[in-house]
């Protein structure tokens, strides 16, 4: 599939299937084309000679001057593919396929789709569809849908998996003055989806913004390298909807349950730079902010109100966000001073009282801006008899103009506001009623100039031997069983995550050799790929002496086989002891994400990982910037830190895991899920105590 640039502007679009029937998806088409396409327009359909008064041909290749740079199909499903190829066979490059009843019906469906993908591929045509509402772009005028609504010219790009969705989003945006430059409904996505669009509108420099309607994600991995370069300098915002089946994958271990797979959508999105919303009233007003407004280069924000309460809610919002109320120098203060009432309030947030005119206004805005200590302004205004609307309209757009920094306004009123709301729009000044909802638009600014700042994060690649833990994976494959234990701890070490020392004996006698070669008393545990939480069943014991180890050792493999006399008991483990006083029991693991591949976990470990839901994920492979962020993510942080006179642990030892544990699973995708449980932190490095992993055989 080449470049989609004809897909948006073709000169001649053939619409395969046309007919002037009433009520037809194929006559709705037309008619929509006709009103604005600046192409030529061809409709194809063997038993007409014209339709609506275009001249019709037999088919694709019989049309005159070459062939058209989009073909639109509408006809029945059982003959759609044919059409498709005729088409490629003619030489179009670009199909849009409205026709229905493919994967989305079942099983016969989704062959017919597969020979669709087969065809697009030989021909290398760039397909949108099937079972597609169809494309818009407005420079050239084309509405190859079947919507009743056509899109208002403007600098956003829309695509959707839903159809509906978009009818409805147009029906409203139209209403709102609200413009885009392209609109494509996804439909099946069998060829074109939503990475391609979103790669190819990163290039494109009538598209400001790229704003969607998700409900999943194919191949998240290929979506986050795609979106994280194209959100270097496109902002990119979506709604992602429903979840998927997160049973599929909700396999044994702690991570399994922990990581659904939203949480995968949250984490892979951020990674990629996008901004997630959850309304499509939130869409747009991020997808106006940030299409109309500069980026704030600090965010400390200045309010403006000439009405106490609702500064005070906008004061509200700025401390619900990311955020702060800016603090002013001493000279705007004394500027304010000067400027405006004794009644007034000359600290942010500025109010400038009920009896302020146009002016009071517009120099405590001026002054507000002026502040180098300020990013971005709010505006907050009732209704008053001594201020029009519409002045203070114009004001706000001259002064954004001139401080070059961003400015919302909330004009708090109903028809009192509407002129004064088209000046604002005109001037790209985002109006709402609710203070809080500038705020917001705001924040999202904030956070798209952070993606901007931010570099792309490359995973490290730290030196391992990759053979060493390849071979300790393929033990699994001798035992015929995929779970592996602390008896796969070399795996660890394999990849430079620090482990005590020890060892897994299977008699008593080597459990008492092992003992002697370690510092001080041992800890003991049962090693079984049957049972899975050892200490559950007593089989581990801490802080044992080395004249116990020999009793220690019969006392846990009796315990075992009293928990399951067919247990398969590999030995048990002799491991050096931890300083748990002085470190946390933290968890670090993986499991993957049918879209998104593997998930990387961090959190409170130990026993806390049932109690307390304290952990974050990202999607690996993983550069420093999220390895840190994920320790910042959880709310133990401080406790990590030193909080309450706890002693701090080393978290550049943290980060580090974080990356290796990312680099090994990246490294085998044979490797379906992991837990170090507990990974226990402490002021000079880490230890890694416990492993279960469970591997893919057939992967290796
Ligand atoms: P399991 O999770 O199967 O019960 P672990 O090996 O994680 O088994 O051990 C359970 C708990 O025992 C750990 O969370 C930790 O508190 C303690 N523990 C295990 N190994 C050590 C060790 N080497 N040093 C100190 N404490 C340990
Ligand atoms: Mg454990």
């Not at 020392?501 to 079984?528: R, W």
């Amino acid at each position: 599939m080449g470049s989609l640039s004809a897909l948006f502007a073709p000169e001649s679009v053939a619409v395969v299937g046309a007919t002037d029937r009433e009520g037809s998806v194929g006559r709705a088409i037309l008619t929509n084309l006709r009103d604005d396409f600046e192409g030529r327009i061809v409709p194809v359909n063997p038993s007409r000679e014209s339709v609506l008064g275009f001249d019709c041909y037999p088919d694709v290749s019989s049309v005159p001057d070459g062939p058209p740079d989009l073909a639109v199909i509408v006809v029945p499903p059982h003959v759609a593919v044919d059409a498709v190829e005729e088409a490629g066979e003619a030489g179009v490059e670009n199909v849009v396929v409205i026709t229905a009843g493919f994967s989305e019906t079942g099983s016969e469906g989704a062959a017919r789709e597969r020979e669709l993908v087969d065809v697009a591929e030989t021909y290398d045509m760039a397909l949108v569809g099937p079972n597609s509402l169809g494309v818009m772009s407005t420079p050239v005028g084309m509405n190859a849908t079947f919507g009743p609504e056509n899109a208002q010219d403007g600098s956003l790009s829309f695509m959707s998996q839903s159809g509906a969705f978009i009818t409805a989003v147009l029906d409203w945006a139209n209403d709102q003055d609200i413009g885009f430059k392209d609109v494509v409904s996804l439909g099946n996505e069998a060829v074109v989806d939503e990475t391609d669009l979103i790669e190819h509108w990163g290039d494109d420099p009538d598209t400001d913004v790229i704003i969607g309607y998700l409900e999943g994600i194919d191949d998240g991995q290929e979506f986050i390298r795609t979106a994280r370069e194209v959100t270097d300098d496109t902002p990119i915002v979506l709604v992602k909807s429903g979840r998927t089946d997160a049973g599929a994958q909700a396999a044994s271990s702690h991570t399994g349950s922990i990581a659904g797979s939203d949480e995968a959508y949250e984490a892979g999105l951020e990674q990629a730079g996008v901004q997630r919303v959850e309304t499509v009233q939130e869409l747009f007003d991020y997808a106006r902010a940030l299409s109309g407004q500069p980026l704030p280069d600090r965010d400390d924000v200045a309010v403006v109100t000439n009405a106490g309460g609702p500064g005070v809610m906008a004061t509200d919002a700025i401390g619900d966000s990311s955020l702060s109320l800016a603090s002013f120098s001493d000279d705007t203060i004394d500027a304010l001073q000067e400027s405006l009432p004794d009644e007034a309030n000359v600290y942010n947030p500025v109010d400038v009282i009920g009896d302020a005119d146009i002016d009071r206004f517009r120099a405590a805005i001026d002054t507000a801006l002026s502040d180098d200590g300020v990013g971005a302004a709010v505006v907050v205004s009732a209704p008053t008899a001594v201020l029009g609307f519409d002045e203070l309209a114009d004001a706000v757009v001259d002064l954004q103009a001139k401080h070059d920094k961003p400015v919302v306004a909330c004009l708090m009123g109903g028809e009192s506001t509407e002129s004064a709301a088209d000046r604002l729009r005109e001037g790209g000044i985002p109006n709402y009623f609710d203070p809080a909802r500038g705020v917001r638009s705001l924040d999202a600014l904030s956070g798209y100039r952070e993606v901007r700042d931010g570099s792309v994060d490359e995973p490290a690649q730290f030196d391992v031997d990759r053979e060493r833990a390849r071979e300790i994976l393929t033990r699994a494959e001798d035992r015929g069983d995929n779970r592996l234990g602390v008896e796969a701890m070399d795996l660890l070490d394999a990849y430079g995550i620090p482990t005590p020392a020890g060892d897994v004996v299977d008699s008593p006698e080597d459990a008492v050799a092992v003992a002697h070669e370690v510092d001080g008393p041992v800890v003991m545990k049962i090693v079984s790929p049957d049972i899975l939480h050892k200490s559950d069943i007593g089989g581990v014991k801490v802080g044992v002496e080395n004249e116990d180890v020999y009793d220690a050792f019969e006392d846990l493999v009796t315990r075992a086989r009293n928990y399951q006399p067919d247990a398969d008991i590999l030995g048990v483990q002799v491991q050096e002891m931890v300083d748990l006083d002085d470190g946390t029991e933290t968890i670090v693991g993986m499991n993957r994400d049918p879209q998104f591949g593997p998930l990387v976990l961090f959190g409170l470990g130990g026993i806390f990982v049932e109690v307390i839901e304290d952990t974050t994920v990202r999607v690996a492979p993983l550069g420093r910037d999220e390895a840190e962020a994920m320790v910042d993510d959880i709310d133990a942080a401080p406790l990590l830190r030193g909080a309450r006179g706890r002693t701090p642990a080393d978290e550049d030892a943290i980060v580090e895991t974080i990356q290796r544990l990312s680099q090994l699973v990246t490294d085998f995708p044979a490797i379906l899920e992991l837990d170090i449980n507990p990974l226990v932190a402490g002021p000079d490095g880490v230890q890694a105590v416990d492993i279960r992993l469970t591997v893919d055989t057939e992967e290796l």
